[in-house]
């Protein structure tokens, strides 16, 4: 299946969908309530997945178009970086101040403040300001959606690295092969009773980049190899409702489903052009800052909300505040800073 023009499909719509989701599912552990489980997987954690199948379809397309290192790098920063950098400053400089226990001189001179600023910036995840949601049913943490980031980032420099030594043959085998040794060590290590040691690197655990990891590159292999030509939207939405009423028993063979029914509904389903629904990006693409701003417009709902506030409530209230934040966020930065992108390769 060839992939419509740009905006011509239903990416934009797809990335809206799930960004949502997540704030969907946060509203719960934010609020005291369980998890909903849904096919071993809580809501965020599997709306994040469909983002990384998408964003490895995506920049594996972008490489292939345009294999130049330094061209690569400077979208994907430009894709990132702006628009944290606005979130951060807003948190740091005007929701810490309002927000925080402390005085406003002990909160300027406490060195964690500036270093939620400045290493969360270089993608070193730190999620607590001093004083500020301190008495929150989950107390501290101030953008836990952040941890994405830096995994995020790590499969940028990954894959043109994969792919190039892959391509020495004039194949995809080692792309595949590659991707394949990520689902096993994925389904071993954090389902299948394997010794996962705590690693941490950069702030950022093994376990989380073992999760998400083998979904960047799965959408990756549709994006650059003749699979994209399977993918069919009825298909997909046959497959899904199978898969939703015969869920299968056990921890591995749940997500290794998951491998299989995830990459191909979503990409079925993203790479076509639905009426009405193509459109969600006429106005601009606000998927990344509504994920950004998700968690600690919610957390600060909680915050001046009643006690006892449902996860509905708090979903009702958050979702609204933020998109008007992420469209902001695209409008005045985002994409101003895209348009620095720099030019080369095929279109």
């Keep these: 299946m060839n992939t419509p023009n740009h905006r011509e499909n239903n990416f934009d719509a797809l990335r809206i969908v799930a960004a949502m989701a997540v704030i969907y599912g946060h509203a719960r552990p934010l609020g005291g309530v369980p998890d909903i489980g849904f096919f071993g ?129 004039r194949t995809n085998r080692l792309l595949v092969a590659f991707t394949i040794c990520l689902c096993v060590s994925s389904l071993y290590l954090l389902r299948g009773g394997g010794e996962l040691r705590h690693m941490v690197f950069h702030g950022t655990a093994l376990s989380p980049v073992l999760d998400v990891a083998p979904y960047f590159f799965l959408g990756s292999i549709v994006g650059v190899t003749r699979v994209g030509s399977i993918l069919d939207p009825g298909i997909a939405l046959f497959l899904a409702v199978v898969a939703a009423l015969l869920q299968p028993i056990g921890a591995v063979s749940t997500e290794l489903l998951l491998y299989v029914i995830v990459p191909y509904c979503v990409l079925s389903l993203a790479t076509i052009a639905s009426p009405v629904i193509y459109r969600a990006g006429r106005w601009g693409d606000p998927s990344y800052g509504i994920y950004l701003y998700g968690f600690v417009v919610q957390q600060t709902v909680y915050h001046f909300g009643a006690p006892g506030m449902s996860p509905f409530t708090n979903t009702f209230i958050s979702i609204p505040i933020a998109v008007v934040l992420a469209y902001a966020s695209w409008h005045f930065v985002e994409k101003r800073a895209l348009r620095l992108k720099p030019r080369g390769g095929s279109r």
């Design 41 to 169: 997987n809580s809501i965020q954690a599997l709306a994040v997945k469909i983002f990384f199948v998408i964003s490895g379809y995506l920049v594996a397309k972008s490489w292939v178009a345009d294999p130049s290192p330094f061209r690569y790098l400077a979208k994907r920063g430009l894709r990132i970086f702006p628009g944290l950098l606005l979130l951060l400053l807003l948190t740091v400089l005007i929701l810490g101040p309002l927000l925080t226990t402390l005085p406003l001189d002990k909160y300027f001179s406490n060195s964690n403040t500036w270093r939620y600023l400045f290493y969360n910036l270089i993608l070193y995840p730190i999620y607590s300001l001093p004083g500020v949601f301190e008495n929150n049913v989950y107390p501290n943490a101030v953008n836990g959606s952040l941890w994405s980031l830096p995994v995020e980032f790590l499969m940028y420099l990954v894959f043109p690295l994969v792919y190039v030594c892959s391509r020495l043959d």
